[in-house]
């Protein structure tokens, strides 16, 4: 099969459920997309692998057991997120904000009213598509940094989620000028900085007490423009809602070394971010190699 005979036939499978998604009351929707990613966790055992790894080195007291239950889990949680962002389009403000609370508003209103703009830093945890679309009807459009995918059909059925609450969607290989545009205008940005990244495109930080390369752009961005760096991030809950959580602003003083500065800023954000998986690690995206980038070997 070709790569545009791929893409044909998942943009058709991608019309045909968010049809049915559509018509359907969001439980049964959750239930059918958890079904999905217990399914696809038996026909995938390669990704089972990497997440059993992955939560072998962040939990390392874990027999087996619990970390392929765990794994599943994941699978389960993913299938559910992926039929709600289908389910999502078209849905109105009211029928999407019942799904959510927020916990620390005043900590957004704090990181506007500094004037220099704000980084929302987040995470592949929760259902991050519905913390931009929300966040951008309660508190005002953001521009969410993101890597288009592949399949141009698939990539604008997401971009018409993501747009659905005033937000912009930013290329993040061309998303420097439109960033800096943003924050000038006392505006928000929304990054996730949870994944793996090349050793030229980041640096290594601890995450789950082993040495993970990180993208520094968050970082970098409050130290070169003193902008608020927000961390929030997305949990649902045992009720069926969305939790929409927002840390304090991170507070820091520069040092006097830019890239000391951005070094340790990234390790913050990333210690930030160890702590809300550990509160649901069943949430996080355990099935990519997080680790996958080695620090360079010793001469």
Not at 62 to 75: E, G, K, M, N, S
Not at 127 to 145: A, D, K, R, S, Y
Not at 239 to 266: C, E, F, H, K, N
Request: proline share 4%.
């Amino acid at each position: 099969m070709t790569k545009a005979e791929r893409y044909r036939w998942e943009a058709r499978a991608a019309g045909a459920v968010q049809g049915l998604a559509s018509i359907l009351p969001l439980r049964v929707v959750r239930a059918f997309g958890r079904g999905l990613g217990r399914l696809l966790s038996d026909l995938d055992p390669r990704h089972v692998t990497i997440a059993t790894a992955n939560l072998r080195q962040a939990f390392p007291h874990w027999d087996d057991v619990r970390r392929l239950r765990t794994a599943r889990q994941v699978y389960a949680h993913f299938g559910q997120v992926l039929l709600e962002i289908l389910w999502l389009r078209g849905r109105s403000r009211d029928d999407v904000l019942r799904l959510v609370e927020v916990v620390g508003r005043e900590h957004v209103e704090a990181a506007f009213a500094c004037g220099r703009g704000v980084i929302c830093v987040t995470a592949h945890i929760g259902n991050w598509e519905m913390h931009g679309l929300t966040h951008g009807w309660m508190f005002g459009p953001i521009g969410v940094v993101a890597r288009p995918i592949d399949n141009p059909d698939l990539h604008r059925r997401l971009c018409e989620v993501r747009t659905m609450g005033g937000n912009a969607v930013i290329d993040k290989r061309h998303a420097l000028s439109q960033i800096m545009r943003a924050l000038k205008e006392n505006r928000g940005i929304a990054i996730l900085i949870d994944q793996n990244v090349q050793v030229q495109d980041g640096i290594f930080v601890d995450f789950f007490g082993r040495a993970a390369a990180t993208t520094t752009v968050a970082a970098a961005l409050a130290v070169r423009t003193g902008c608020a760096l927000l961390p929030s991030h997305t949990v649902l809950g045992r009720d069926g809602r969305y939790r929409l959580v927002y840390d304090p602003v991170v507070r820091w003083s520069p040092a006097g070394d830019r890239r000391a500065d951005v070094a340790g800023l990234t390790q913050q954000l990333t210690t930030i971010i160890e702590g809300w998986i550990r509160d649901a690690p069943e949430q996080w995206l355990w099935l990519h190699k997080r680790w996958k980038t080695r620090p360079p070997e010793p001469a």
